[in-house]
């Protein structure tokens, strides 16, 4: 293994985007050797819960754990506490939630990683989900404007407020950082490899084209999990990043 190929590796995010433990753990065994971030979402944590992040961490795995906190002030301060107690490398929150909830999402991380004398984890923000669209955008979350120029807004108050970076899509990620800064974290769901479908996703690019337009992180997840060979899949979208 190359130490070009490990640093690719590592700026993979892996979905674990399935119903229970079990079937996370036959993908993670099927990845065995790749040191790529591990994503715990939703639907895998509301059913295995902290100890399967546990079992990612005692595996040597950094896991971003996916759950978009969006609530008052107060109840993500104490959120952020309890994943960031977790171990957990990285976690996010919605921007829309407001300058005042993404601050207390860091205090909560804070104060947390001080009293556990553990490492900060990455907080990030969700901008705009990759599903959404310009007409929903306007039409339906009654958001005026470009998707671009929002993601940006959002982007410039999660770093006001503190925050690492954001959650944007890749077709985003180049204005983010020319706003925020080079430095500031871009993760990009929506990607697809070549010759994938484009499934649920409205805005998307292929691992090459995000690496090159400089993100930080990819997030895939069914050109992954729903390959015939998850491995060779894998291993076929760290080498599309390489040639970035």
Do not use: W
């Amino acid at each position: 293994m190359t130490p070009e190929y490990k640093q690719m590796a590592g700026r993979l995010m892996v979905a674990l985007d399935y119903p229970n433990a079990d079937a996370a753990r036959e993908l993670v065994e099927k990845l065995k050797g790749i040191p790529c971030y591990m994503k715990v979402g939703m639907q895998l944590f509301y059913t295995a819960g902290p100890e399967f992040v546990r079992e990612l961490k005692e595996k040597g795995y950094s896991v971003f754990l996916d759950v978009k906190m969006h609530d008052i002030p107060n109840t993500v301060r104490g959120g952020s506490h309890s994943v960031t107690r977790l171990g957990v490398d990285m976690f996010n929150v919605h921007a829309g939630g407001g300058s005042a909830m993404m601050r207390a999402a860091l205090e909560g991380a804070k104060q947390a990683a001080e009293e556990e004398n553990i490492a900060l984890p990455t907080i990030i923000a969700v901008t705009q989900l990759t599903s959404t669209d310009q007409q929903t955008m306007n039409d339906e979350i009654g958001i005026p404007g470009q998707v671009q120029n929002t993601v940006v807004r959002y982007a410039q108050l999660a770093k006001e407020a503190g925050l690492h970076g954001v959650v944007a899509s890749p077709l985003e990620a180049g204005s983010t950082h020319e706003a925020c800064g080079a430095d500031f974290i871009t993760v990009t769901p929506g990607i697809r490899p070549r010759g994938s479908a484009a499934g649920d996703q409205s805005r998307v690019t292929t691992p090459q084209e995000a690496i090159a337009g400089g993100t930080q992180f990819i997030v895939v997840g069914r050109p992954i999990t729903a390959a015939t060979d998850p491995r060779a899949a894998a291993e076929q979208i760290i080498e599309e990043m390489m040639n970035a």
